[in-house]
């Protein structure tokens, strides 16, 4: 059974930084790509990054670019996001979430945030 459960969330002044993570277990972690999204009040999952099985690659969208960093290690089956900088609009729920898919592009695609945990809340606000 899949299990990914998200911690290190907060409250935060804008210009601050969190470091959110992702303990995973129920499967080989390092087998799978994995991604973070986030949905902020009222709006859908929306996609931040994704990175590959041994954390060498990565791919963040473009509004987070230089602010935020995904990151994994696989012998402690947990995925991280640090974040920086951080500004009033980051406010949201963040998740992990397992991509299923063999292809790295499409993990940022809505079919796999299927399978995430019960998020931690980020709150940016002076």
């Known amino acids: 059974q899949v299990q990914l459960v998200e911690s290190g969330g907060g409250s935060v002044q804008p210009g601050g930084s969190l470091r959110v993570s992702c303990a995973a277990s129920g499967f080989t972690f390092g087998d799978y790509f994995m991604n973070w999204v986030r949905q902020a009040p009222g709006k859908g999952l929306e996609w931040i990054a994704t990175?590959?099985?041994?954390?060498?690659?990565?791919n963040v969208i473009h509004f987070v670019q230089g602010r935020f960093t995904i990151s994994r290690d696989n012998d402690k089956n947990t995925l991280y996001l640090q974040m920086n900088d951080l500004k009033p609009d980051d406010t949201a729920t963040y998740y992990c979430?397992?991509?299923?898919?063999?292809?790295?592009?499409?993990?940022?695609?809505?079919?796999?945030?299927?399978?995430r945990g019960q998020g931690t809340q980020v709150t940016v606000s002076s």
């Open positions: 990175i590959n099985r041994d954390g060498g690659t990565n």
């Open positions: 979430t397992k991509c299923n898919s063999r292809l790295f592009v499409t993990c940022r695609m809505s079919r796999e945030f299927a399978e």
